[in-house]
Every structure is written in C-alpha cells, then in structure tokens.
C-alpha cells in the first residue's frame, strides 16, 4: 500500500503514473479542501473505491485499483458465446417482471436543536472542535441552526480547516449564523466564507426558539 502526505503539496506532482504504477492501494493524508481533486486525480489513474476516512481528527483518502490480471479474469467470465437453437425460444408477451428493488439514501433528519459554540481566539483549531463538525456532518441528525460568537467566528472563515465542514452542514440545510460583533472585532469579517453575519439579538432569538440548546 502506498502511503502519503500531501497537506500543503501539490496533488499532481504527489499523484501521477510514476508514483501510483505497481500500487494497487492508497492511503493519503489530505487537508479536507483537497478531497475533490483527489478523488479525480485517483480516478484518472485508475483507482476505484475512493473513500474518505476520519481518524482523530486526521483526514484520509482510501482508494484501490484491480490489477490487470484480475481485469482480463472479470473479461473472460463476461464473455458472452451464441448458441445456435433449432427452434426459437418464444417469450410471452405478458411476462411478470419482477420489481428492482432499490436502495433509499439514508435520510437526513432535522432535529430543533440549536448549537451555540463559542471559544477563545486561540483554541479555534482544537482538535475536538474539527472532531465534533466532522461528526454532524457524517450524522444523519442534524441541527437546525449552529451559532458561532466570540473566537469560534473563526472556524468560518475561508481559509480555516473547518470551513469546509460547515459548508458542507449548509448545504444540508442547516442555518450558521456568524457574529457580526465579533467578527469585526477580531478582524476577520471579510474573511468569512460560509453562512451569513448576524447581530446578537438574531443569534440568541434563533438558538432559543429551538427546543434544545448545545453549548460548545
């Protein structure tokens, strides 16, 4: 199994055809915005499978390929002969067929919870702040609306590992509210790249009007 680490690096250079030649697995440590040209990097060369995995805090991307024995062994077993029949099979024409069962996405359930994290300017990169988002966002529960005020408006900001994450909430249809105060106090307001500013009294109506209130 090939092993890396391309935080920081550039994706191309660390994955090619040089590299990725006699390997039919990878484990790749990744910062979380790389995981889109990652997984299109693999695929391009071949891999299948590609997966991401969360392990303390630390993101990694899984993938494998088939070799290309196993290629030709899965070619041969499709391979389809005629058989030539005196006389035609004949097929009614109201032949039951049977129903295709299909798989439902797991749904994403909304809960009337509302997260209110707030922590000092420089514990915002703690490890167990980046655990809990990782968390909602592989949960199928998920709360109406997180709220972030004092240091913690700095896991919105766009260049923050976390960014991602609460984007990602976003798009799943939960609120984040960003303190405008505070924001603008740290000096980080046009920085912020995901959810929408917000006055305190907004922050507080929504988190109350939620039947439960998670403080972080």
């Known amino acids: 199994m090939l092993t890396l680490n391309i935080t920081g690096k550039s994706i191309k250079d660390s994955l090619n055809e040089d590299s990725t030649r006699n390997e039919n697995e990878v484990k790749i440590l990744i910062a979380p915005t790389q995981f889109a040209e990652t997984k299109k990097t693999l695929e391009n060369l071949g891999f299948h499978d590609v997966l991401l995995e969360d392990d303390d805090g630390n993101l990694f991307v899984m993938a494998s390929k088939k070799s290309k024995s196993e290629v030709q062994a899965v070619n041969e077993v499709n ?9 035609p099979i004949e097929i009614p024409d ?19 919870t509302g997260v209110l994290i707030s922590c000092e300017a420089q514990k915002y990169k703690s490890p167990f702040i980046k655990k809990f988002l990782v ?15 004092n240091g913690a408006v700095k896991i ?15 798009s799943e249809g939960v609120k984040i509210l960003v303190s405008d105060s505070c924001s603008d106090r740290i000096g980080i307001t046009e920085a912020v790249g995901v959810g929408e500013l917000a006055e305190m009294s907004e ?6 009007s939620c039947e439960k209130i998670v403080n972080i």
């Open 203 to 208: 922050i507080l109506e929504e988190i109350f």
């Open 79 to 87: 391979e389809v002969k005629t058989v030539k029949t005196e006389t």
């Open 94 to 112: 109201n032949l039951p067929v049977a129903p295709v069962a299909v798989k439902a996405k797991p749904e994403i359930i909304k809960n009337s």
């Open 135 to 149: 968390s909602l966002v592989t949960s199928r529960i998920k709360p109406d609306v997180i709220a972030l005020i």
């Open 156 to 170: 919105a900001a766009y260049n923050s590992p976390t960014c991602e994450y609460l984007k990602k909430l976003n």
